[in-house]
């Protein structure tokens, strides 16, 4: 017997939409409409999106990668990093198109929880709003990384105490 | 024992607390989204129209201008590639591929010949055809046809290159 899946009631959360591409803010604001998501934000490029999570207060960003002025990564860069960032931890899941491994890595390590290709779709999308939900991460902070733990499993075998060579240089 | 280069927080946004106990899922739930977001197809249509017509402007210069300008050849880039990006949620997976075979000539390409402009315009004609045709999903028979006649010009291209 297949166990039925299980959802949520979206009603409550606030998402933030970045892309240069006002067709994408009318396809995905109908799809998170139909979701039960009543509060959603949209901003043409990373710029006026840090500026607008100065009072929105989003518990999701769904950004495309490839946008005009700031773009999706430097944007998350910004967003995970900057001093005055007005929600560093925010999740975020990258909409793009380029699903090459090159731009799947960098979107990684600027700090995004989920990746996202396209084209959309209404399943693929509450999918990944699903895994943001039920995954919730560490947030990991070194000089050369801020995000969510890259790390998706925890391997409670594995003898420690740090899983890289470079970490150990770092022990006190 | 700590890391000194090293901080971790643990889970800062535990968005479980802002969504009601999971229920089991409306299986209609995806049906329903998909066909509001089919409400927006001839939006979506329009606004390829108006890509292409950009797109042919740009090819009319990269014409006039022998090929050599890399933003003109950026601006075409980015044309295919959003096109290509959205088509397949509005059910045109064949208009996402001949974008994406567009796209890939494309990619990081300073400058493109004669041949290369042809190249361009057989897409593009290919992509106008798919859209006055009204021609979903992939096409049929046809549709893998096209798309192997596209690859074709782009593995001569390749070999002549």
């Known amino acids: 017997m297949t166990r039925r899946p299980m959802g949520y009631d979206y009603e409550r959360l606030k998402v933030l939409i970045v892309d240069d591409n006002r067709f994408m803010h009318e396809l995905l604001k109908t799809i ?25 207060h989003a518990d999701i960003i769904i950004t495309d990668l490839e946008i005009q002025l700031l773009d999706g990564l ?51 999308m509450y999918e990944r709003l699903n895994a943001v939900i039920e995954h919730p991460r560490d947030f990991v902070r070194t000089t050369s990384y801020a995000g969510p733990d890259r790390r998706r499993r925890q391997d409670p075998s594995y003898p420690g105490p740090f899983p890289r060579a470079t970490d150990r240089t770092t022990v006190q | 024992m700590t890391r000194s280069a090293s901080e971790i927080i643990p889970c800062p946004t535990d968005l479980r607390t802002k969504v009601r106990p999971p229920r089991p899922l409306d299986p209609t739930i995806f049906e329903r989204a998909d066909a509001e977001a089919a409400t927006l197809t001839p939006d979506y249509l329009s606004s ?75 897409h593009m004609r290919a992509a106008h055809l798919v859209v006055s045709r009204d021609i979903k999903g992939m096409g049929g028979a046809k549709g893998p046809e096209l798309l192997a006649e596209l690859a074709q010009l782009l593995g001569a291209d390749a070999q002549h290159t």
């Open chain 1, 32 to 56: 998170l409409r139909s979701f039960g998501i009543k509060d959603v934000s949209s901003c043409y490029d990373g710029s006026d999106a840090i500026t607008e999570l100065k009072h929105f």
């Open chain 1, 74 to 124: 430097d944007f998350v860069r910004l967003l995970r990093t900057a001093d005055d960032s007005p929600n560093r931890f925010v999740p975020v899941i990258m909409l793009t198109g380029h699903t090459e491994f090159t731009h799947v890595a960098a979107a990684r390590d600027v700090g995004i929880t989920e990746f996202l290709a396209k084209p959309v779709s209404a399943r693929r």
């Open chain 2, 48 to 122: 390829v129209s108006n890509s292409l017509e950009g797109m042919g402007r740009n090819l009319a210069r990269l014409r006039s201008g022998g090929g050599g300008d890399p933003d003109t050849l950026k601006a075409l880039f980015r044309g295919a590639h959003d096109i290509k990006g959205h088509a397949g949620s509005f059910n045109y997976p064949l208009l996402g591929e001949v974008m994406g075979s567009l796209c890939h000539y494309l990619r990081d390409r300073p400058a493109i010949d004669a041949r290369g402009v042809k190249i361009v315009e057989t």
